[in-house]
């Protein structure tokens, strides 16, 4: 059995949890539409930012992210 380890954090991981996306590319434009209605400087637009631009640019298997796997690694680690 091949163990990967998470790339999101566990914050990121239930935001999207939270969001109920099926996918990445859903749930990228999810986070597109938060970041039009958020406030600039609040802390919440931020962590939109960088979890979007963390989907956008980084390899990550969000099916692996989402699944109780992907939340036990994070825990034992």
């Known amino acids: 059995m ?7 954090t566990v914050e990121e991981r239930c ?3 939270s ?7 859903q749930a990228l434009s999810v ?7 958020l406030p600039i400087r609040s802390e919440l637009f931020a ?3 960088r979890l979007s631009d963390k989907l956008e640019k980084e390899k990550i298997d969000y099916a692996y992210e989402m699944s109780a796997v992907g939340v036990l ?4 680690a």
């Open 47 to 49: 962590q939109v930012v």
């Open 15 to 17: 935001m999207l949890q």
């Open 31 to 37: 986070l597109g539409e938060m970041k039009m209605i």
């Open 19 to 25: 969001l109920g996306c099926k996918d990445k590319t």
């Open 2 to 8: 091949i163990m990967m380890n998470s790339v999101l």
């Open 73 to 76: 690694d994070d825990e034992i």
